[in-house]
Every structure is written in structure tokens, then in C-alpha cells.
């Protein structure tokens, strides 16, 4: 469709980071480049606004996080997405298939994508 689309997501990396990169797998960038895609989420400059604006209701619920944790909660691991990719394909045989039968991204749907993103 025309227009733009809108990925709800508490920090933006998780939810939007799979989003994106399921997208990039279907206009055809090789994997590695969807994974330091999805790594570029670390060097984001608003990530200290996210933390201000996050951090102090989940430290009202949770107590005192660590900073570790908080990276984790906040940035993201290349382990991430690799878990993401081993599990879709472990459950669909691959990610075409994932992208199919569970998103409705078939052959026809993906040549749109591509003319719409890369022409």
C-alpha cells in the first residue's frame, strides 16, 4: 500500500529491529548486512533519551537495574537477531517460508517491495 507503516515497540530495536530486518532480507541484502543493520541500533543518539524516558518506571516496578541489564534492555547483541533467524527457520524451514505463510509476503508481494524500494 501507499503510505507509511508503523511499528509499535517499546525501544524501538526489538520489535522494529526484526520489522527492518525481515524487510532488507526481502529486497535482497546479503545477512551480514542485515545484522550490523540491526547493530547500528547501539549507536542510535537518542538512546539516552529512551533510557530517561524508560528506565525510571521500570525501576519503580523492578527495583534497581543493573547496568548490564540495562544495556541488554536498552542495545542489542548480535546473538539477538541470530537466535531470531535460527528460530524462524528451525520452525519454518526458512525465512521465505516464515515470510509467507505466517506474514502473507509471498513471491508476487516481495516484487512489489522491490519495485517500491529499489527502483
Known sequence: REGG???????????TGIAASLLLHVLGAHKDDVVAEFMRTNDAPTQHILERQSLP???????EIEPEAIRNLMGVRE???????????RDHGS????????????????????????T
Request: glycine fraction near 6%.
Open 57 to 63: 518506571r521500570m525501576e519503580a516496578h523492578y527495583g
Open 79 to 89: 546473538e539477538y537477531i541470530e537466535r531470531y533467524w535460527s528460530e524462524v527457520t
Open 5 to 15: 507503516s508503523l511499528v509499535h515497540c517499546f525501544a524501538g530495536k526489538d520489535r
Open 95 to 118: 525465512v521465505d517460508a516464515y515470510l509467507e505463510n505466517s506474514l502473507g509476503v509471498d513471491d508476487t508481494r516481495k516484487a512489489r517491495l522491490r519495485e517500491r524500494f529499489l
